[in-house]
């Protein structure tokens, strides 16, 4: 007996030595970051704004959605799709944007109520649940996705101005006069794309173009670049009324989705090349009255800078991120695994 137990474990040893040594088992860098992700920012399936108190919102849980499918975390999130139907999910298949476990919903301008929707959620999370069918296979997801994506369809998408404009949220943004207010962080180009080739739609073919003609329209102060929000009416976007008046963290993620859709107009991106060239990069800079925050740009927005530089320059295979760490922010890790996709999906 102790002969045919020597002998197997001999066999195995050199079935081993067989495998192709370039076969590697150790975690990629997307990988690495996402564990200590995880281990930071969710809790029960929830992922935490440790930056606001703890909230958990629509987009924070499709962007973890859809980190764990290019970290090929399979469990991780059928767990988190479960927890954000049950918790997140309306009967419309659109999604609460915002859930707190005190159900706090204190709210001023600049803020959506947590029973309404947010589109950029509503998005991401149809993008994640189309990835998702695409990697596993899984019909199930593809059905749900389609169900998000109905549901943005018929209450996001308005045709006006010449455009198909992406609502912010169901409610609160036509306003007076014909006038609507928009967020461009909110065209999310890479889920755009990916849209049209799972229906044949044209419609969201129609919205990218859009978003990259509004991209190269509604350009504001001496840097020509788009404020986080804007108010668009029949003959121009103005800042006048708008949520912010500043360039921040919602439109310095733009040139990172479109690199993510692999679209590298120069004169979509050069503006943003030419401000982030400041010798100290602040974090906002209000583009009326052209004042800079003295809070300087946080690693997440470094690293699209970063990328994008690096893909503009077809430099990417050289670029090194930031690794996430126990000390990093929220806004920062989520920025910086956001900005390592289009490595991983070269």
Not at 125 to 143: C, S, T, Y
Not at 277 to 294: C, F
Request: aromatic share 12%.
């Amino acid at each position: 007996m102790k002969k045919i137990i020597f002998i197997g474990i001999l066999l195995f040893l050199i079935a081993i030595s067989f495998i192709p040594k370039f076969i590697s088992f150790e975690r990629t860098p997307f990988q690495k970051n996402w564990i200590t992700y995880k281990a930071q920012f969710i809790d029960t399936n929830r992922v935490l704004d440790t930056e606001n108190n703890n909230i958990s919102t629509s987009e924070g849980q499709g962007l973890a959605l859809l980190f764990a499918v290019f970290s090929n975390d399979r469990k991780q999130f059928q767990d988190m799709w479960a927890w954000t139907q049950q918790n997140m999910q309306r009967e419309d298949h659109l999604f609460r944007q915002q859930y707190s476990p005190l159900e706090k919903e204190v709210c001023d301008k600049k803020c959506i109520s947590a029973q309404s929707n947010a589109s950029n959620g509503d998005i991401i999370i149809a993008w994640a649940l189309l990835a998702a069918e695409n990697k596993w296979d899984r019909q199930i997801f593809l059905v749900e996705g389609l169900r998000v994506l109905d549901a943005i369809k018929a209450k996001l998408i308005r045709q006006q101005f010449g455009y198909q404009l992406v609502l912010p949220s169901e409610t609160g943004f036509e306003l007076p006069d014909d006038r609507v207010q928009i967020n461009l962080s909110y065209w999310v180009f890479p889920a755009l794309n990916l849209f049209t080739e799972v229906t044949g739609d044209p419609i969201w073919a129609e919205v990218y173009q859009s978003g990259t003609s509004l991209m190269n329209s509604a350009r504001f102060s001496d840097w020509n670049l788009p404020s986080d929000w804007m108010i668009l009416s029949e003959n121009k976007a103005t800042l006048e009324g708008a949520n912010s008046t500043e360039y921040g963290e919602n439109a310095n993620r733009l040139p990172l989705y479109l690199m993510l859709a692999q679209d590298y107009q120069t004169q979509l991106i050069a503006p943003f090349i030419d401000f982030w060239a400041q010798e100290t990069l602040p974090a906002t800079v209000d583009l009326l009255t052209g004042q800079r925050s003295e809070t300087v740009a946080n690693a997440g927005m470094k690293a699209i800078k970063a990328v994008t530089e690096a893909k503009m320059n077809n430099e990417d295979a050289d670029v090194t991120l930031p690794q996430i760490t126990p000390e990093t922010d929220y806004y920062s890790a989520t920025f910086i695994l956001l900005s390592q996709l289009p490595i991983v999906k070269r």
